[in-house]
T-cell receptor
Framework: EAQVTQNPRYLITVTGKKLTVTCSQN?????MSWYRQDPGLGLRQIYY???????DKGDVPEGYKVSRKEKRNFPLILESPSPNQTSLYFC????????????FGPGTRLTVL | GNSVTQMEGPVTLSEEAFLTINCTYT??????LFWYVQYPGEGLQLLLK?????DKGSNKGFEATYRKETTSFHLEKGSVQVSDSAVYFC??????????????FGKGTLLTVNP
């Protein structure tokens, strides 16, 4: 089954404790992206990747890092989480940056205390 | 830059009622337009799309027409069901001044359909 998976689905952590949210897709997509969803703000892009070893900032990259060492994986790293990073995070992928349809993962709900 | 404005919810309807969720956009050129749906506890799914002016996207009884003259892409369904209860997002990508690297989303509209 074609899908985008994220882990963990739920995470409660404390300020300053480094964490990684994993994202994996099994569709051989070139393009991957991370979004955060906040009430009243919709979804905003954090980072995106056009292919292996090619990443760039989205609209709200501060406090986040990403890497793309393999085509299928695109982890989101929070080196020193803060409470304002409490949010619902979505990973998405598509065949290429010009491809219209993006496939979304189920989401990771992160709470930073 | 690009932006999307959609009607604020929540919207509550009875089963079989007519649904309209308004969406207008700001962008130059010819962006692609989308409606995504998010069911409770799930990620977003593409509902329908239109890539050029006057195109009509349709899926699962939902329709939206790309109106460049009014910069709108309103979502409609003639008879909603309880299973349509979800959050609906209008989005765009591309255009002359926009990026093909991301979707720009509206804030979402929560639809609740009562039996």
């Amino acid at each position: 089954e074609a899908q985008v998976t994220q882990n963990p689905r739920y995470l409660i952590t404390v300020t300053g404790k480094k964490l990684t949210v994993t994202c994996s897709q099994n569709m051989n997509h070139e393009y991957m992206s991370w979004y955060r969803q906040d009430p009243g703000l919709g979804l905003r892009q954090i980072y995106y990747s056009m292919n292996v070893e090619v990443t760039d900032k989205g609209d709200v990259p501060e406090g986040y890092k990403v890497s793309r060492k393999e085509k299928r994986n695109f982890p989101l790293i929070l080196e020193s989480p803060s409470p304002n990073q409490t949010s619902l995070y979505f990973c998405a992928s598509s065949w290429g940056q010009y491809t219209d349809t993006q496939y979304f993962g189920p989401g990771t709900r992160l709470t930073v205390l | 830059g690009n932006s999307v404005t959609q009607m604020e919810g929540p919207v509550t309807l009875s089963e079989e009622a007519f649904l309209t969720i308004n969406c207008t956009y700001t962008a130059t050129g010819y962006p692609s337009l989308f409606w995504y749906v998010q069911y409770p506890g799930e990620g977003l799914q593409l509902l329908l799309k239109a890539t050029k002016a006057d195109d009509k996207g349709s899926n699962k009884g939902f329709e939206a027409t790309y109106r460049k003259e009014t910069t709108s892409f309103h979502l409609e369904k003639g008879s909603v069901q309880v299973s349509d209860s979800a959050v609906y997002f209008c989005a765009l990508k591309g255009g002359s001044g926009g990026s093909n690297y991301k979707l720009t989303f509206g804030k979402g509209t929560l639809l609740t359909v009562n039996p």
